[in-house]
């Protein structure tokens, strides 16, 4: 029924114009679409002669490895079974690759089992030999980290710290030893070797506060550093190995809650000595703008330099910028000035210069930029209309990076200095169905909501030759994300921009919103006053780009659908429940129907104040279901880890009960996104884009 609803309303539409045969031949299909590569988890050696990085291609998920200008793939799993790749790590000697095979548990200390296999997968460490010899199981957990002569591994299984030694038997590598290193109160993670190998920092979690603390392997000891009435966080050591510093942040009130918005205390560099001892604040935000840590997209946020300085990330003017302090103490100095922000960092070498991921010189996409210590100016290391991201120093002067753009999937690329000539790495192969040639230029638009706030969105308009389209809006989820006019960084997020690129390919003109909330637009932007359950703020985003839409003269506005991802959900949900009549259809990917029961309880303490529960309920699109009366497609995965399964349960009933539309698709052992099975994704956007566009 669903193919001939679709086959129906394309006649319908392309009989309305002239060129409706070319339109038609040049439409594809989900599937099609759905099968570009994505290229995730890109790292490189210490020694800078080696990159390796994780590539889905259609559910089956590998690594490749380039060094000496060869890639290769080094690992053979070749089914959709939905098991992750993550934490990728290469010996100092390149001559093996430690990464993690499958996701962490949930709440109940479950591992995500997608293909429903009866006897469920584990979370693991493995160590990959580059010789030709098998995957040698390091053991059960995930975060490892590889010391810095490559003769150990250290990592986390049920929040405790394990270690092992790594040796080579003849041509084989093997790991030996395994065992669990020390037993603590709390959770361990954040696992940092100092450079001697002798010492490993740690944050040891422990509820509502947390500790950094320093394991000294061969005293078999723990020490803590400088412990107090705080949020510890981020450990690194100094090139030498004879100090620590971390991010130290205020620990939580006794009136926390999802309502409570500060103020506290500021958060503070400190530095210890390498046994936890004279610990001292070196650097304090201040008050107003910048006094919570707003973290990198990165593991490590603190970096130093061969001269003891420390780079860290602050908002202090408005805008996550990258600044430097001495280890010794003193003032902030800012080392990437402007208007935008900074996202993700990695170094050169233990010493060098900053690398980072940035919207700077263009708000709208990603590229790489470079910055010393010294103060010099930052320097554009990429540029032009694709987007790049993970910089990953090689050689001595070579950088190696993620490229994508709105044609062409992620991919590897380097640059050799002189940089502004990048080649491919290879690796994953596109496939021959996937459209590239068919695929719509995002344009970049902005407009004003109603209360004059300026909101960016990517424009996709159907190359059909029609005057009047169907129009749908896109809202992500997050909320503090960015969609960008290409593949994203997110795999889930350039699913859905592939989502985008369909339903334009089928005659729908779609704008993608990035609403208040989200990152890459200034404090003020993500931190936004009245939003989700303090008052749905962004909803006015929401109407102000339906709006937008409607002045269009290729867009109906009797044809509007809306869809969207977790927060996206959420927004559509809302649009449903409150405007129907702009809304004809919806499409909610496991939404938040209802803030005050999604944040009511915290260990056993009901959350916020009588009047809090009451704006978040208001805030809610369970509050103004009454009026909801378009159809919506409804689907979430029961293993979601972000939003609880009650939360699609519940208004499913509601919507039931007053007669409205409900088609339902439940994915049972997916998670939140429900993309783990490449096969569940095609199931998933087949169904639910079939139900948009037949009710369009």
């Known amino acids: 029924m669903r193919r001939l609803a679709i086959a129906l309303g394309v006649i319908l539409v392309a009989s309305t114009a002239k060129p409706a045969v070319a339109a038609l031949a040049k439409t594809f299909s989900m599937e099609a679409i759905l099968s570009a590569p994505f290229v995730d988890n890109l790292t490189s050696s210490s020694d800078g002669n080696a990159i390796a990085w994780s590539a889905d291609e259609r559910g089956l998920r590998n690594i490749y490895f380039n060094a000496s200008g060869s890639t290769r793939r080094i690992s053979s799993y070749f089914s959709d079974d939905g098991q992750e790749l993550s934490d990728l790590s290469i010996l100092p000697d390149d001559s093996g690759v430690v990464f993690v095979r499958g996701s962490g548990p949930n709440g109940q200390g479950e591992t995500a089992n997608p293909a429903s296999i009866a006897t469920p997968p584990t979370q693991d460490v493995w160590l990959l030999d580059l010789d030709g010899g098998k995957p040698v199981h390091v053991g059960l957990g995930g975060q490892p980290a590889v010391s810095p002569h490559g003769d150990s591994i250290a990592w986390v299984s049920h929040g405790q710290m394990w270690l092992a030694r790594i040796q080579r038997q003849g041509a084989t590598l093997r790991v030996a030893g395994a065992a669990q290193a020390f037993t603590i109160r709390g959770s361990v993670r954040g696992l940092r070797w100092a450079p001697v190998a002798r010492q490993v920092a740690f944050v040891n979690d422990r509820g509502d506060h947390s500790f950094v603390a320093i394991y000294d392997i061969a005293r078999h000891s723990i020490s803590y550093a400088s412990p107090g009435f705080n949020s510890d966080d981020y450990p690194e050591w100094s090139p030498d190995g004879s100090s620590l510093a971390f991010v130290r942040m205020p620990g939580l009130r006794e009136d926390y809650s999802e309502y409570f ?13 390498a046994d936890g001892s004279a610990g001292h604040a070196v650097w304090t935000a201040k008050a107003g703008v910048g006094w919570q840590f707003y973290a990198l997209d990165d593991n490590s946020q603190l970096f130093w330099s061969s001269d003891n300085q420390i780079a ?203 609403y208040r909330s989200g990152i890459m637009y200034g404090h003020d932007f993500r931190m936004a006053p009245h939003v989700g359950k303090l008052g749905a703020a962004e909803y006015r985003d929401v109407l102000a780009g339906a709006k937008f839409l409607q002045s269009r003269t290729d867009v109906d506005p009797k044809r509007m659908g809306i869809y969207g991802l977790s927060y996206g959900g959420y927004l559509t949900a809302l649009a449903l429940a409150r405007n129907s009549d702009i809304f004809k259809v919806g499409v909610d990917f496991a939404g938040v129907h209802n803030w005050a029961t999604l944040t009511d309880w915290d260990d056993g303490h009901q959350v916020g104040t009588p009047e809090e529960r009451q704006i978040a309920y208001d805030s809610s699109p369970i509050a103004s279901v009454a009026t909801w009366r378009s159809p919506v497609f409804l689907s979430q995965g029961d293993d979601d880890r972000n939003v609880a399964f009650s939360q699609g349960l519940d208004l499913a009933q509601r919507l039931r009960a007053q007669g409205v539309e409900v088609e339902q698709l439940v994915i049972p052992n997916e998670t939140h996104e429900e993309s783990l099975l490449f096969a569940h994704m095609v199931e998933l956007y087949n169904a639910s884009s079939a139900f948009m566009l037949a009710h369009l």
């Open 312 to 514: 860290f990330p602050w908002e202090g003017d408005g805008w996550r910028h990258m600044y430097a302090v001495p280890a010794a103490g003193g003032l902030a100095r800012l080392l990437t000035p402007g208007q935008f922000e900074v996202e993700s960092v990695t170094q050169r070498g233990r010493n060098g210069a900053i690398t980072y991921a940035t919207n700077e010189g263009d708000i709208d996409r990603r590229n790489i930029w470079q910055v010393a210590f010294d103060g010099s100016a930052p320097l554009a290391l990429t540029s032009g209309p694709d987007d790049q991201w993970a910089p990953a120093p090689i050689r001595t002067s070579g950088l190696a990076f993620v490229n994508a753009g709105y044609r062409y999937p992620t991919a590897v690329e380097e640059e050799e200095a002189p940089l502004g000539l990048a080649r491919s790495l290879g690796g994953a192969a596109v496939p021959s169905e996937y459209p590239a040639a068919d695929l719509v230029q995002p344009e970049l638009v902005t407009f004003n909501a109603p209360d004059g706030l300026l909101i960016h969105a990517q424009l996709f308009v159907p190359n059909d030759g029609l005057a009047v389209h169907p129009a749908i809006v896109f809202d992500h989820g997050g909320s503090e994300r960015q969609m960008l006019p290409g593949f994203h960084y997110l795999e889930f997020y350039s699913n859905l921009y592939e989502s985008n690129q369909f339903y334009a390919n089928h005659g729908c003109v779609v704008l993608s919103i990035n």
């Open 261 to 273: 918005l500060g103020p506290e205390a500021p958060w503070s560099i400190w530095i210890t000595r």
